[in-house]
């Protein structure tokens, strides 16, 4: 289900947490949030970058960083009342752990992946899965790369599962034959399909963010941002937190679920002389579904750009985001999800992560479905944030203050059938 999923690495700061007792209008469809609900129970040291995703039921996964070593989740049944304790991911604490993501199968059994930087070895991008109540033997802090020269680097991990447990994971880090690639593995059954395989078919520039999203069949599209040979986005300033820009370029490469590549080459999507910043991609479940991109670009009034695209890789539009609220400076994507119903739903907040998060609903295939939603807002920035869509139409978000981890649900408040949201049979 981690295709449906958004995130955010932006700004430390603190978010306020009064939200309006009342629906937010999205379009012409009203959302009642639910109660923020605190994720993690020790708030002594910063607990930072959670991701989140969803089941088949509607039970969430929620992964996190607390301080430099420890990846911790904890699930939640459909109406966020917690199921346990929250759990360690880690068992190795040696080094830094840090950008974890998570990918929840329809029956709940998950993946955490993460960074990890040992001591005195190479960088890892490390998995660890849990099959109902036990950690998956088979992986005990497993590395997904099979390639560990020393001093090689490894980051900014994405995951996505189908929807009966096999998963692919990507990042950037190294090959025989590639210093700076995207790279991907495909696991079936939990086990590692041979060794991780080089995404990019371009070598000359350096490349960064890969995110994945993967239909109801399993196939997947893999995006990334593509800088220019005299940036290196690695060492680069630009507004929040890596990994963004500068970049020039967005690409897409497009795989069957069997890691057959259906692009003989990466697919430059995007191109120009400015800077574009967080990439984002999303595929409807369906099978064969479309999917769309979104980006920041910083030479249209730095705003939200979001480009759709058949399953064959045909463009089918794109459109500038307009916000409702006023900002001083750029408009940050946080990222987009789709809909099997041909609707599109983008997510943006303010500069380096500054509230308020505002929310576009999109009909098919492009047309602004009423005005902009808004979401967290108040004084304060975003330390991390992450979206999962619902099978009725709503959404959870999970964020940071810094120190603290919560997550809150909105839920429509008429569904497509006609039942009040205070109908919880039809949740």
Known sequence: MGRLKLT?????????????????????????????????????????????????????????????SSI???????????????LQANNNTDGTSSDPDICVDDDGN??????????????????????????????????????????????EPAIACQDAGDFIVTWRGETNSDQDAIVAREYILGVGQGNEFRV???????????????????????AWGQSDTDVDPR??????????????????????????????????LFAHTGS????????????????????????????????RYTADGTEIGDTTFVPAGSYSGEIQPIGVFAG????????????????????????????EHGSPWLGPGGAGRLSGHDMVARSDGGMAIVWSDG???YVQQWIPALFADGFESGDTSEW
């Open 8 to 68: 955010l690495f932006a700004a430390i700061g603190a978010l306020l947490l009064a939200l309006p007792a009342v629906g937010q209008n999205l379009g012409d469809q009203d959302y009642a949030p639910s109660s923020a609900i605190q994720v993690n129970t020790t708030t002594a040291l910063a607990d930072t970058n959670p991701a989140i995703d969803i089941d088949a039921d509607g039970n969430y996964v929620v992964a996190w960083r607390q301080f430099s």
């Open 72 to 86: 911790y989740v904890r699930r939640f049944d459909s109406n966020l009342n917690p199921l346990g304790a929250p």
């Open 110 to 155: 998950f993946v955490v992946t993460w960074k990890r930087i040992p001591c005195c070895t190479a960088d890892e991008i490390v998995l660890r899965r849990r099959v109902g109540e036990t950690w998956s033997p088979q992986f005990d802090d497993e590395s997904a790369s099979t390639f560990h020269p020393v001093g090689s680097v490894r980051n």
């Open 200 to 222: 990019n078919t371009v070598t000359t520039d350096p490349n960064l963010a890969p995110k994945i999203a993967m239909d109801g069949a399993g196939d997947f599209v893999i």
């Open 235 to 268: 060492t680069a300033t630009a507004p929040g937190t890596a990994p963004r820009g500068p970049i020039a370029g967005i690409t897409t490469r497009r795989y069957l679920a069997d890691a057959t590549p259906l692009d003989t080459d990466q697919q430059l």
């Open 276 to 307: 574009l910043f967080s990439v984002d991609v999303s595929r409807q479940d369906s099978i064969g579904g479309d999917y769309a991109v979104v980006w920041e670009d910083s030479t249209a009034n730095a705003t939200a750009k979001l480009r």
């Open 340 to 367: 099997d119903n041909g609707e599109f739903l983008l997510a943006t907040t303010g500069p380096d992560g500054s509230p308020p998060v505002e929310y576009q609903r999109y009909d098919d295939p492009l047309t």
């Open 403 to 405: 120190t603290e981890i």
